[in-house]
């Protein structure tokens, strides 16, 4: 999710989406996808059908990441900067760098709340990257 080559600060207000694929650990931009006017649950389906694997984006609300259960894609939220350098540190796996996290987010020691291990309470709860398995409850 982007606005202005940034990541978008908030996912659910988000107006565009960049679809990258990874081949070789060098990025290959596919699309740009315009989201605007899309629901919450008409940007899950629309990810859902672009057969996206991670989604790395900025705020999300915890209603939302409720969403994404069930499904594969991986959520990397909480993420701040401009676009084509979080793809890079994505490639490299340096994402989890505190260099990446929102402003105000503190990344230490943060782990999935026990109540939903795979959605991310807040961001300083979203250092590492929830992986949403088929079937979860």
């Known amino acids: 999710m982007h606005w202005q080559e940034r990541i978008a600060p908030v996912f659910e207000v988000a107006p565009n989406m960049a679809v990258v694929q990874v081949q070789e650990r060098k990025l290959h931009v596919l699309s740009n996808q315009s989201l605007i006017g899309q629901s919450i649950p008409a940007r899950v389906q629309h990810l859902l059908a672009l057969q996206v694997q991670v989604l ?57 709340p026990p109540a939903l291990p795979s959605t991310p309470h807040c961001c300083r709860r979203a250092a590492k990257p929830f992986h949403h398995q088929h079937g979860e409850p």
């Open 56 to 112: 790395i984006c900025g705020a999300m609300a915890r209603s939302t990441c409720q969403q994404f259960r069930g499904t594969a894609i991986t959520l990397i939220p909480f993420i701040s900067g401009p676009l084509e350098e979080i793809m890079q540190a994505w490639v490299e796996d340096r994402l989890v760098s505190d260099a990446y996290a929102m402003p105000g987010c503190r990344r230490q020691n943060m782990t999935a």
